[in-house]
């Protein structure tokens, strides 16, 4: 169960990024959390694994055995502990370059082998055909031998996704997993998560409300660095436009509606 | 732009710098003791000293290998030791990867050693550790942390700090965030950066050589010394090849490295 | 599975077998060389005892009117030699490049002996310049114009070469000479590139300079060598530091003037 309570971020030039977020995750939810570009949903998630250091607040954290520790306080040897067990797909995919597909799915568990089994020997087999189903299940084990600087944004993007699937986390977070992706790929990744959800706590970004409302268990919509709305993934439009603004609403008046829900 | 613009007037201003350079030419040349009649004499001179030395003296060629091939080892041995040696300083020269204290300390020493020529250096190891192939071997090797820490120093500093942070968001430590991010990243670097160095390395070592640290520049300066200049001149022919070879050498493995794709 | 993936065992056979390879003909030079490479960690006595002859540094050694000579020497040597080795340099790259000179025969000419000067070994240079002219600066400093032409000629070359030649068609269209093409459509693109080389080769020129110095070329680094010589250490030591200053000022002043004349990026 993930409990995050009060974030508080204030910036060097003193802009509140994140002003009091607290949300509760449990097991079986899949929270998508909306937003209006700049809104504050890159750094909550950068705070709930421990990369951003909130001003104040906590991000606790509790595994299925009871045992649960705060984020935000804890040491940096334990954090790299509780992190082994957080998969992230970050908004850049944040690939490492000239690193071949199938490494860079495997380096998911380097927090989780010994120092120096992952120094000198590396990866097993068992852990190799393990990334390759992991690649399977995004549709990317053709390219499992290439290297990942041609490959592209969509592409990069389900390596990304793999790699947080092959860690077998007890928490995704994961910041627009299906920004770079073809419709069809996209559905194909919702559906991946979604089964994840029901051992694990999910939590996602999305600009896609049509996407939330037909995945997620329960949205989150952050303005301001506020949550200014929490509950039923099937938003009315004009809780869009309390979200999204005005000009969404306008939009809709020269077209067809884009954001409609199904 | 104006019509004066075109009129000689506008070279007015260049007097001053070049009755400046001038002057200051003349005094430099002053203090060389330079001058062109000293230099037409000497040129004659030379040209007449370069015909006595000729033709080489081929007995002594089986003599000359062993130094030869001690100078390329010496070469060789102080381009890997240095660039592995080069690495660690490096990463311990990049922001992204220490704290600025060690960083700084490492830039510190980095720069340091950049400011000594590699003679120098030498002149120094030679008065602590005695003549010989270690204070030479050591010396390039420290010239080689010098100029390889820094630049692979800066290159790893290049690095897209969102890709180190993806590692440690799945709990990676320090030398995994290392052997993983950093180390294939910076490899075609490393590769081309050491080739090139061991070029350097192989020139320097004749040098070196000349000043005591072994190898075929010592069979060039005893030459010239003992005034048996046809074998000194076979020493300057295996040189050139040897530093020639190296060049060769280190185009075709950087070609190679190139037709596979690893250098990009 | 497909036939691109390599098994992590594969990989791990293959790494072991390079590394394997690698350090057997490494250890293996350094037997031959009989060098120690963790000598220099395991046994710092040498240096202990170095360090005990060399504190404190003299610096008074510094005012003596000898050591102002040896640094103006140096200093001076390494000036001509930019100066006039950058100027040979920049008429050879004429010469050589191809946008410039029509004669092939000409090009090659030149080029073969600016790649001639780029291999001979500064050591050779140095010797046969004491030779010719005798012990002192002198000496030192032609064998520096030779060591800045082959190192420079060919950069120049190559800078003439990548110059813009639209620039270049544009002049000859107006039925201008090839002279005329020179001074008004190639000059002006490499003069920034050309001054910020020869800063740097005033850079490069003033550690070689000091290195000379040492086979007889005079100026500093001789100083320093014949204070080592005599074991002199706590002089040799206030000369190290005036030579790490020296150099550390220079550099500064030729990097920050560099990137005055081209802008940050391009410095290298
Ligand atoms: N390192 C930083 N330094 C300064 N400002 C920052 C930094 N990181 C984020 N911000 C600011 O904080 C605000 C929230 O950023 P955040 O990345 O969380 O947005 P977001 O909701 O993820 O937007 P998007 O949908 O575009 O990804 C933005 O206005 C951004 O400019
Ligand atoms: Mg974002």
């Known amino acids: ?262 | ?264 | 599975m497909n036939e691109q993936l390599i098994l992590p065992s594969a990989k791990y056979k293959h790494k072991v077998g390079y590394l394997g390879i690698s350090l057997f003909v490494v250890v293996a030079v350094c037997i031959y060389l009989k060098y120690n490479p963790f000598l220099i960690f395991a046994d710092f006595t040498p240096i202990q005892r170095l360090l005990g002859e060399m504190l404190p540094p003299n610096f008074s050694v510094l005012w003596q009117p000898t050591i102002g000579k040896a640094i103006a020497q140096t200093g001076s040597a390494a000036f001509l030699a930019t100066f006039y080795g950058c100027l040979i340099a920049f008429v050879l790259a004429f010469l050589t490049a191809a946008n410039t000179m029509p004669l092939r025969f000409i090009r090659l000419l030149v080029g073969g002996f600016l790649s001639l000067l780029r291999i001979v070994p500064p050591l050779v240079c140095i010797l046969i310049f004491i030779i010719a002219v005798g012990l002192g600066a002198f000496s030192g400093m032609l064998a520096l114009i030779v060591i800045t032409v082959g190192m420079f000629g060919r950069l120049f070359t190559d800078i003439i070469e990548n110059t813009e030649h639209s620039a270049a068609d544009a002049i000859y269209s107006v039925g201008a000479s090839r002279l005329q093409v020179i001074r008004y459509a190639i000059l002006p693109q490499i003069i920034p590139s050309f001054i910020a080389n020869c800063l740097y080769a005033f850079d490069v020129n003033i550690r070689v300079a000091i290195s000379l110095g040492i086979f007889g070329g005079g100026g500093i680094g001789y100083a320093l060598y014949m204070a080592m010589q005599v074991l002199h250490y706590q002089d040799a030591f206030a000369l190290i530091c005036l030579i790490i200053i020296m150099i550390l000022l220079i550099e500064k002043t030729s990097d920050y003037f560099r990137t005055m004349i081209l802008g940050k990026e391009k410095l290298r």
Request: proline share 4%.
């Open chain 2, 1 to 264: 732009m104006t019509i004066n613009d075109f009129s000689p007037k506008r070279y007015y201003k260049l007097v001053l710098p070049t009755v400046g350079l001038l002057a200051l030419i003349k005094l430099t040349a002053w203090v060389c003791g330079a001058g062109f009649d000293k230099l037409g004499k000497g040129l004659l001179q030379g040209i007449s000293f370069v015909k006595i030395m000729f033709p080489p003296d081929w007995s002594a060629f089986p003599e000359m290998l062993e130094p030869a091939l001690q100078s390329i080892a010496i070469a060789f041995i102080a381009t890997v030791l240095g660039t592995l040696l080069a690495v660690v300083f490096a990463i311990a020269a990049a922001s992204n990867l220490t704290n600025p204290i060690i960083r700084n300390i490492t830039r510190f020493l980095i720069g340091l050693e950049r400011s000594l020529p590699e003679i120098i250096i030498l002149l120094i190891l030679i008065a602590g550790y005695g003549l010989g192939v270690f204070s030479g071997i050591v010396a390039l090797s420290l010239g080689c942390v010098g100029m390889l820490g820094k630049l692979l120093g800066d290159i790893i500093e290049e690095i897209d700090h969102t890709m180190i942070e993806s590692l440690e968001a799945v709990g990676a430590n320090k030398l995994q965030v290392i052997w993983f991010g950093v180390i294939p990243q910076i490899v075609p670097n490393l590769v081309s950066l050491a080739l090139f160095r061991f070029e350097i390395n192989i020139r320097l070592s004749i040098i070196l050589g000349a000043v005591g640290a072994g190898g075929i520049g010592y069979e060039l300066d005893t030459s010239f010394g003992l005034l048996q200049f046809h074998r000194g001149l076979t020493a300057v022919l295996v040189i050139l090849v040897m530093v020639v070879g190296a060049e060769q050498l280190s185009h075709f493995i950087r070609n190679k490295i190139k037709l596979k794709g690893a250098l990009k």
């Open chain 1, 1 to 262: 169960m993930l409990e995050v309570s009060n974030l508080t971020k204030v910036l060097p030039n003193g802009r509140k990024v994140l002003d009091g977020i607290s949300f509760k995750v449990k097991k079986g939810e899949f929270v998508g959390i909306l937003g209006p570009s700049g809104a504050g949903k890159s750094l909550t998630m950068r705070c709930l694994n421990g990369l951003l250091k909130p001003d104040s607040g906590s991000v606790v954290l509790t595994d299925d055995q009871g045992f649960s520790s705060d984020i935000c306080q804890i040491k940096k040897r334990e954090l790299r502990k509780v992190r082994q067990k957080i998969g992230v797909i970050f908004q850049g995919y944040h690939l490492v370059k000239r690193a071949s597909v199938l490494e860079n799915v495997m380096i998911g568990r380097l927090g989780q082998i010994s120092t120096f089994r992952s120094l000198f020997y590396g990866f097993t087999d068992k852990e190799a055909e393990e990334a390759v189903k992991a690649l399977e299940q995004v549709k990317m084990d053709h390219l499992s031998g290439t290297t990942t600087s041609g490959l592209s944004g969509g592409e990069m993007q389900r390596v990304a996704i793999a790699r947080a699937i092959f860690q077998s986390p007890a928490l995704l977070l994961a910041d627009e997993p299906i920004s770079n992706l073809d419709p069809s790929n996209a559905k194909v990744i919702m559906k991946l998560i979604r089964p994840l959800s029901e051992n694990i706590p999910v939590v996602g970004v999305f600009h896609q409300p049509e996407m939330t409302a037909k995945y997620c268990t329960r949205v989150i919509a952050i303005k301001d660095g506020k949550i200014i709305y929490d509950g039923d993934p099937k938003l009315t439009n004009d809780q869009l436009v309390e979200i999204y603004g005005e000009e969404l609403h306008q939009l809709e008046q020269h077209e067809q509606p884009v954001l409609a829900i199904q």
